[in-house]
């Protein structure tokens, strides 16, 4: 497992921009403020290597400092999200590393989600075709989902021998869906049908397969048109919030919204109500 080398040290709360980043190992294209993950090894339904755990992992992490990048979208390339983690490339290896190399590795996919989680821009997963395991988790840990009729989403650790509680499975799923539903994926590891996925609210909406990206890149640049701050202040409240109390989570919520009401964008929003204009955001 490889770490990215060679990049500049960078000072806490500086500021910096992704327009010139270069992906590796999927494809990263940004516009508008909208930046797009694409998984895109589509020949194999976009499995994840330890490289791109990695890369998608730092990449995470410099989009809390980004500027540029006001929402997020993840898909895969072809007609699938992604197959989890790659059979050749780290399944089988994973069979003869000993118990610290293997909670290396079970730390660097949790890592992963806590960057999704703690990265200030929504994301949004644009989901068709096969969404497993790891998949299912990236697009678990997304902000919302929209997906098509025709997908399947299954967390299927248990059919491989492992236990459901991976990437922060057994802490966000429930939290979605409802304990009793998350139990059923969990445990069994079947597939859930894209129906079944909006009905039981993992899906925030199902799209034609040909227009699932666009419209998911739609709605993240509805999103990247908005107030970006307060979008980050209310994934960030969402997040810390699962673990308070209702008067500690009021407490919070109190907080967060003076912080929100002493920015400039509240202010710029209060005078072009006022003015019965659109009020135009910068995040600031």
């Keep these: 497992m490889r770490h990215l080398t060679g990049e500049a040290h960078q000072l806490p709360g500086q500021r910096s921009t992704l327009a010139d980043y270069a992906a590796r190992h999927f494809r990263f294209e940004l516009g508008q403020g909208v930046a797009t993950i694409t998984l895109d090894r589509p ?42 983690g790659d059979v050749h490339e780290i399944i089988g290896p994973l069979t003869k590393l000993d118990m610290p190399g293997l909670l290396a590795f079970t730390r660097l996919t949790g890592d992963l989600v806590k960057a999704m989680r703690a990265c200030p821009q929504p994301i949004v997963a644009a989901i068709d075709g096969v969404c497993a395991g790891a998949g299912a988790m990236l697009a678990l840990a997304s902000d919302l989902r929209y997906g098509t009729a025709r997908s399947k989403t299954a967390f299927l650790f248990t059919r491989v021998g492992l236990a459901g509680c991976d990437m922060g499975a057994c802490a966000l799923l429930p939290r979605v869906i409802g304990q009793g539903r998350a139990a059923d994926l969990l445990y069994s590891g079947r597939s859930m049908g894209g129906e079944e996925a909006e009905r039981w609210g993992f899906f925030n ?63 710029r929003a209060y005078h072009a109500f006022a003015a019965k204009q659109k009020p135009q955001f910068e995040g600031d």
């Design 43 to 84: 020949e194999r339904k976009n499995p994840l290597t330890f490289d791109s755990y990695t890369e998608l992992r730092d990449l995470f992490r410099k989009l809390a400092e980004a500027d540029d990048v006001k929402a997020v979208v993840i898909t895969g390339a072809g007609e699938n999200f992604c197959s989890g």
């Design 205 to 267: 909406r199902l799209c034609e397969p040909g227009e699932v990206l666009a419209q998911a890149q739609a709605l993240a640049a509805s999103l990247a048109d908005g107030p970006t701050f307060a979008h980050g202040m209310t994934k960030k409240m969402m997040q810390q919030e699962w673990n308070m109390g209702v008067d500690e989570a009021i407490e919070a919520e109190a907080q967060a919204q003076a912080i929100c009401m002493a920015t400039n964008d509240f202010h």
